[in-house]
């Protein structure tokens, strides 16, 4: 026998030993529950490109969240998909106390108060130019968006949002956010800035989900440059300045090295979003019997906690869930 002093696998010879030096574990409690809201009344639409996740009305969403409830996942962030008759140019439907998104956040927090509630800060979900801030001449204006976006947060707020996520990524959002809400008395509602943002392919699946794709041109004039990893350190400093509760990079899986890049230098929680795109794939390559979708997908969220997010808004949450019972 060779003379090693020391032999890892040791700590590998069994289950138990394997489970006492684990360095990191997924936990439901990790997860937040991205939900997709429409008009109508016992609604429910497949979205085409992602299997098992559906468009729900009021009633049936308010049933789904006591659902996983019931499984643990305490968080939902709530994406609203219009008819392109309430769009317009200043996503005026946004601030509509009895229109879909709001009146449903407020139901939602009435039925369910230890539901932890997010929502979305952007214009493109209302917006008939489908980009997420303010158009003029074809241009995505900066400062004229800002306004937009705080009184969008303050309805979001009143509503019963818990957190709010700015995902436009205007600059100066968070602080103008920021302000806005403690003006108005919400000092307590966190912000989750969607910081490091990219300008990725992988958002395709969920663009079909809310009808928001651009009407023209694309948002790499705002959304980052998947190229650049230092430009991450800008926009966390930034947010960090101005108020953000929680440091968000999207997507997850192919920015692996940015999560670990702010959680290396920001002392906020960390969140990733673990996308559409990410999520479509593991099931299209399941559903060809390619791969084991069950494993890859748990091996994709703990590559994501591993990577330094203690928050993973995904898709997978409800049958991550399920999968612990």
Same mark, same amino acid.
């Given at each position: 026998?060779?003379?090693?002093?020391?032999?890892?696998?040791?700590?590998?010879?069994?289950?138990?030993?394997?489970?006492?030096?684990?360095?990191?574990?997924?936990?439901?409690?990790?997860?937040?529950?991205?939900?997709?809201?429409?008009?109508?009344?016992?609604?429910?639409?497949?979205?085409?490109?992602?299997?098992?996740?559906?468009?729900? %009305?009021?009633?049936?969403?308010?049933?789904?969240?006591?659902?996983?409830?019931?499984?643990?996942? =305490?968080?939902?962030?709530?994406?609203?998909?219009?008819?392109?008759?309430?769009?317009?140019?200043?996503? *005026?439907?946004?601030?509509?106390?009895?229109?879909?998104?709001?009146?449903?956040?407020?139901?939602?927090?009435?039925?369910?108060?230890?539901?932890?509630?997010? =929502?979305?800060?952007?214009?493109?979900?209302?917006?008939?130019?489908?980009?997420?801030?303010?158009?003029?001449?074809?241009?995505?204006?900066?400062?004229?968006?800002?306004?937009?976006?705080?009184?969008?947060? $303050?309805?979001?707020?009143?509503?019963?949002?818990?957190?709010?996520?700015?995902?436009?990524?205007?600059?100066?959002? $968070?602080? $103008?956010?920021?302000?806005?809400?403690?003006? #108005?008395? #919400? %000092?307590?509602?966190?912000?989750?800035?969607? *910081?490091?943002?990219?300008?990725?392919?992988?958002?395709?699946?969920?663009?079909?989900?809310?009808?928001?794709?651009?009407?023209?041109?694309?948002?790499?004039?705002?959304?980052?440059?998947?190229?650049?990893?230092?430009?991450?350190?800008?926009?966390?400093?930034?947010?960090?300045?101005?108020?953000?509760?929680?440091?968000?990079?999207?997507?997850?899986? %192919?920015?692996?090295?940015?999560?670990?890049?702010?959680?290396?230098?920001?002392?906020?929680?960390?969140?990733?979003?673990?996308?559409?795109?990410?999520? %479509?794939?593991?099931?299209?390559?399941?559903?060809?019997?390619?791969?084991?979708?069950?494993?890859?997908?748990?091996?994709?969220?703990?590559?994501?906690?591993?990577?330094?997010?203690? $928050?993973?808004?995904?898709?997978?949450?409800?049958?991550?869930?399920?999968?612990?019972?």
């Amino acid at each position: 026998m060779i003379n090693l002093t020391q032999r890892p696998r040791r700590n590998r010879k069994n289950q138990a030993i394997r489970n006492l030096v684990k360095e990191n574990d997924v936990m439901v409690s990790d997860l937040i529950f991205p939900l997709f809201l429409i008009d109508g009344k016992n609604k429910k639409t497949q979205i085409n490109s992602m299997p098992n996740i559906f468009r729900l %009305s009021k009633d049936l969403m308010l049933k789904e969240i006591e659902t996983c409830l019931k499984l643990g996942i =305490t968080t939902f962030d709530i994406f609203p998909s219009l008819n392109d008759k309430l769009k317009d140019k200043k996503a *005026t439907e946004s601030l509509n106390k009895k229109g879909l998104y709001l009146s449903t956040l407020k139901e939602i927090k009435k039925q369910f108060p230890e539901a932890v509630i997010m =929502t979305d800060v952007a214009m493109d979900p209302y917006s008939s130019d489908g980009h997420d801030g303010f158009v003029k001449n074809s241009e995505i204006m900066n400062d004229e968006t800002l306004e937009i976006l705080a009184k969008m947060a $303050v309805a979001q707020a009143e509503s019963g949002a818990d957190i709010i996520g700015p995902s436009d990524m205007m600059d100066g959002r $968070v602080g $103008v956010i920021r302000n806005a809400l403690d003006k #108005y008395g #919400y %000092s307590n509602v966190s912000i989750m800035s969607y *910081t490091a943002k990219y300008a990725s392919a992988f958002y395709g699946p969920f663009r079909e989900a809310l009808q928001s794709a651009p009407k023209f041109g694309d948002k790499k004039t705002y959304q980052m440059n998947p190229a650049n990893s230092q430009e991450a350190l800008i926009e966390a400093d930034l947010d960090v300045i101005e108020g953000a509760d929680f440091l968000m990079v999207k997507p997850a899986l %192919s920015y692996l090295d940015i999560i670990k890049l702010l959680k290396e230098n920001f002392s906020l929680p960390i969140a990733a979003y673990n996308v559409s795109g990410e999520y %479509s794939m593991v099931k299209a390559a399941a559903a060809k019997g390619w791969i084991d979708g069950d494993k890859i997908r748990d091996e994709i969220l703990l590559s994501i906690k591993r990577a330094g997010a203690s $928050v993973i808004l995904t898709y997978f949450a409800k049958e991550f869930a399920l999968s612990k019972k």
